[in-house]
């Protein structure tokens, strides 16, 4: 980024800035943000929503039956809330995750038909 100073009638004191910005890099797509890698997966987030509802279910039983001191159901309750919490962002990724997968195929697809109607264009002439 820059900073330029040109004269101009309508500005105060007869100075004008102007906060010009670098050309975006040839490389980036013309529409959109470029691609980035997704963190997680489907698999891995179905693998983390499945061992935190195991784990909230487990010590949500273990609280009810009641056999254990205070200290230990405490313990037992703040590990229900964050294995929850857990879950909750596990099925979150998984729905992104199945979100972007349509997506990117959509994207394959729409590119493979751009190339099949280019080459069943006629050469111009």
């Known amino acids: 980024m820059s900073l330029t ?25 013309a529409r959109g943000k470029p691609r980035r890698p997704s963190k997680l997966g489907i698999a891995p987030a179905l693998v983390l929503t499945i061992a935190s509802v ?31 919490g857990f879950a909750v962002y596990g099925s979150l990724r998984m729905v992104l995750a199945l979100i972007e997968t349509a997506g990117e195929r959509r994207r394959q697809a729409r590119e493979v038909t751009e190339r099949r109607k280019a080459e069943r264009a006629p050469p111009p002439e």
Not at 55 to 75: N, Y
């Open 5 to 29: 100073g040109t004269l101009s009638g309508s500005s105060q004191c007869g100075v004008y800035y102007s906060l010009m910005t670098e050309p975006a890099p040839a490389g980036t797509p």
């Open 54 to 84: 195991v784990v909230c279910v487990g010590a949500t039983i273990a609280i009810m039956r009641g056999e254990f001191s205070t200290l230990v159901a405490q313990l037992l309750a703040a590990t229900v809330l964050v294995s929850f």
